[in-house]
């Protein structure tokens, strides 16, 4: 039965320290939830749902049977949600495991100091919209599993191998590939089509690219400015690079 | 100086209604306030700001000559901001006049319904960078001075034409010009490089173009999906686009 600790198990899962400590996260909503139980690479440890959305998904919940699954009304969907329109369903699910990247034959993501979790979230849908396998993260990135991250990346955080590390390190042991950057005064994005092999480092919303790590860039890439804007969105300048590497 | 009716004044600036009825919107923090100072498109009306902004930025509030300024203490500037931390200054802006739209020879946007504040203004900004000097926006789309709109354009609201009207009618009396719009089946992005005069339309984030304006479509344009995601966010569809368009 739905309980207080219950309540406070989940209300705790919005902040990192316990996300990290269980190894679980939060999700919400049908779509998204319904999407990741039906991903081969996420365990779903409970659900809290509506009995309306349960009778519906029956046979996707029944699918996995290590699932925990809890009837609630709506005033206890309201004490655990956070979102502004809670929404049928609730979800924890254990966080993936890190796969080995491997950067030969394939362009890889590489984020300095994305904290923004919706420019994050974002990030990681773009980068499954075109096939991108794996996105390496700077330790100053927001965290993956944070809730807005989830949200936003409407499912395809169950697709896209994600890993937190030094990126600086990781760049010096990567040498055998290009490493491409979002710059000002770089090579026209429209140049890179056949380009199938190479890292893209994506800098800070504010900040750019660190010094350490412009220093390993072999080449600098830049989105033509025709009018005035300072700077394009984080997550608006990844979106064009893939999108000139991969039509 | 300062008051309790100032506080009311500046809180009821976050809603619609009072924007309307006021003819102003609100901007915060240093770097978006200066810029907005900068602009000629825009004339300030009032400026509440802790001491330290206002001793810096003198000259530019002096050229200013019809602003109140108000000094105030950081208690005050919390009562008044909508910022998780309220950042030196926070300034009250009449409103642009829209100007008339000249289709001919350029490229011009049209949104369908973006509700996403946040999308709204990476979209305005997107627009600023590729010198995209109009957007015409459905009535369905968010307010262009909703506060969060503001922040995330970054001072390109002072650049960009924008005006709210019938987006069906106003397509139809512009016939003469070619629209297109982000669809799943059309000609691959790629393509666009040399089109110099068009209409791009950006669909709804859940529910993409509504039927009655697809009709009015001359050609569809798909951004081709490798991986899996079933959707890119409207502001990332919206840099590609213009991307290929003008890089």
């Given amino acids: 039965m739905f309980s207080k600790s219950h309540t406070k198990y989940i209300q705790s899962l919005q902040q990192r320290k316990f996300r990290d400590e269980y190894g679980v996260f939060l999700a919400e909503g049908p779509k ?6 039906r991903s081969p690479n996420l365990n779903c440890k409970q659900i809290f749902s509506l009995p309306f959305w349960l009778n519906a998904n029956e046979q996707l919940v029944a699918a ?5 699954v809890f009837e609630v009304q709506d005033f206890e969907l309201e004490k655990i949600s ?9 979800a924890v699910f254990e966080k993936k495991k890190e796969n080995q990247v491997d ?14 979790p919706g420019n994050l979230g974002t990030i990681i849908r773009i980068a ?16 993956m599993y944070n809730p807005k991250v989830i949200q936003s990346t ?12 030094d ?13 491409y950057a979002a710059a000002l005064d770089g090579r026209n994005v429209k140049t890179l089509e056949g380009i199938k092999e190479g890292i893209i480092l994506i800098g800070n919303e504010s900040k750019g690219i660190s ?4 220093q390993m860039v072999n080449e600098k890439i830049t989105i033509p400015k025709i009018g005035e804007a300072e700077s394009l969105n984080a997550a608006v300048a990844t979106g064009i690079i893939l999108s000139h590497l991969f039509t």
Wanted: charged share 25%.
């Fill in 167 to 179: 990126l600086a390190l990781w760049l010096k042991d990567k040498r055998e590939v290009k490493t």
């Fill in 32 to 37: 998204l939830v319904e999407e990741l139980l």
């Fill in 211 to 214: 010094d350490a790590l412009l």
């Fill in 128 to 143: 499954d919209w075109f096939g991108v396998e794996n996105i390496i993260c700077s330790r100053g990135c927001a965290d």
């Fill in 103 to 116: 950067v030969t034959g394939k362009i890889t993501l590489a984020l300095d100091s994305i904290q923004d």
């Fill in 154 to 165: 409407m499912g395809s955080i169950a697709r896209v191998n994600i890993v937190y590390t």
């Fill in 82 to 90: 956070a979102l502004a329109t809670p929404n049928q369903v609730l």
């Fill in 64 to 68: 996995k049977n290590t699932i925990e």
